[in-house]
């Protein structure tokens, strides 16, 4: 069965205090791992596709990588406005295109 | 950019009444996936069209019906509401193409009381 982890369920940072959250999954043919930004009551927002095992995208302070069975996302030097909950999904092999989440890490970054 | 619409952005109903979302995809995506996203819960898959027919189904209850029309737009159909039902329903959008991006709308609000 298809599965997605997240690690940790909640993280709080310092301003300027870089980390990594972690993505693990197990996917039959993985077409591809999506990272989202979660504000509280609104939808999730693009961040990242990943397609193969190496593959790397940065966007401002965000950095994602990925490998055969995780995928990590950086965030250097984090100011307050990265404060969101961050979901991973993956889009598995065969006819469908749904995404699978995790159930996201919740992100603070205090000033 | 234009973004996935969805209406209405919040709605209180009471138990075993019935509600109605809309979803107005990204224009040319011809995909729409509906998802139900409870209380500090991630989103779940609840159901998809494709060229309005339907090309998957997840964990969608036998109460609620789904439908895409000529326009591409997506309506959702929640009847014989239970409390439980009580959550944030998305709609998403893109080309049907694997590893496309899956765009959210910003979601509609629905309370059950």
């Known amino acids: 069965e298809d599965q997605v982890t997240q690690s940790p369920e909640a993280l709080r940072l310092q301003e300027g205090e870089s980390s990594s959250l972690n993505c693990s999954y197990t996917?039959?043919?993985?077409?591809?791992l999506f990272w989202y930004r979660q504000d509280p009551g609104k939808g999730p927002e693009f961040l990242f596709t990943?397609?193969?095992a190496g593959e790397e995208k940065e966007k401002e302070r965000l950095k994602a990588t990925l490998t055969k069975k995780e995928s990590f996302l950086h965030i250097t030097a984090p100011k307050p406005e990265d404060s969101a909950t961050y979901l991973c999904a993956v889009q598995a092999g065969g006819a469908t295109n749904k995404l699978i989440f995790g159930t996201g890490t919740l992100l603070a970054v205090q000033p | 950019a234009a973004g996935v619409i969805q209406s209405p952005r919040h709605l209180i109903k009471e138990k075993r009444e019935t509600a109605t979302l809309k979803c107005y995809p990204i224009?040319?995506?011809?995909?729409v996936y509906w998802y139900q996203q409870g209380p500090g819960q991630d989103p779940q898959f609840l159901i998809s069209f494709y060229e309005k027919m339907q090309s998957d189904k997840g964990s969608i209850p036998d109460r609620f019906s789904a439908q895409q029309f000529s326009d591409y737009h997506s309506e959702l159909n929640m009847s014989s509401l239970e409390l439980g039902d009580s959550a944030l329903y998305f709609c998403a959008s893109s080309e049907n193409k694997a590893g496309n991006t899956i765009y959210f709308g910003e979601g509609s609000w629905l309370t059950v009381v």
């Open positions: 224009p040319r995506h011809d995909t």
């Open positions: 996917v039959s043919g993985l077409r591809g």
């Open positions: 990943l397609y193969s």
